[in-house]
């Protein structure tokens, strides 16, 4: 299982929100068991799915907002890890075998935001953007 820790806040309320939001929605699913219907494993699966979009939809607003001069390759990690979520969502499997491929996406979530979503806020701070806003 993958916690949630302070270490991964990146300093932007809304965003660092998000982040912390969507990683406490995959919890139940490692915490399910078999007891745990075909379907109400789907609809979590669905919901941490929506989820990721939404939010990777809302950085992105975000990082055009401020004009973060990376945009390209960091909407194309997005996507990545969008459609990674997506084939698990769509692979019917067992149990335990979600849990683990979900374990490694949550992983990747977390060390994006510590490798890249960091980028942003150091952009913010950095004179480049203070240049822009002038
Ligand atoms: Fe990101």
């Given at each position: 299982?993958?916690?949630?820790?302070?270490?991964?806040?990146?300093?932007?309320?809304?965003i660092?929100?998000?982040?912390?939001?969507?990683?406490?929605?995959?919890?139940?699913?490692?915490?399910?068991?078999?007891e745990?219907?075909?379907?109400?494993?789907?609809?979590?699966?669905?919901?941490?799915?929506?989820?990721?979009?939404?939010?990777?939809?809302?950085?992105?607003?975000?990082?055009?907002?401020?004009?973060?001069?990376?945009?390209?390759?960091?909407?194309?990690?997005?996507?990545?890890?969008?459609?990674?979520?997506?084939?698990?969502?769509?692979?019917?499997?067992?149990?335990?075998?979600?849990?683990?491929?979900?374990?490694?996406?949550?992983?990747?979530?977390?060390?994006?935001?510590?490798?890249?979503?960091?980028k942003?806020?150091?952009?913010?701070?950095?004179?480049?953007?203070?240049?822009?806003?002038?």
């Amino acid at each position: 299982m993958v916690l949630w820790s302070e270490e991964y806040l990146i300093g932007i309320r809304e965003i660092d929100k998000q982040h912390k939001k969507f990683v406490e929605l995959a919890k139940p699913l490692f915490e399910a068991d078999e007891e745990l219907s075909r379907e109400e494993i789907r609809e979590l699966l669905y919901a941490l799915r929506e989820y990721m979009k939404f939010h990777f939809e809302d950085e992105e607003k975000y990082m055009k907002k401020v004009s973060f001069p990376e945009l390209d390759e960091h909407i194309l990690q997005h996507k990545r890890l969008v459609d990674e979520l997506a084939l698990v969502v769509q692979t019917p499997a067992k149990l335990p075998v979600i849990q683990s491929k979900i374990k490694v996406i949550v992983k990747k979530f977390v060390k994006h935001i510590r490798d890249e979503d960091h980028k942003i806020k150091l952009f913010i701070e950095s004179s480049e953007y203070a240049t822009q806003t002038q």
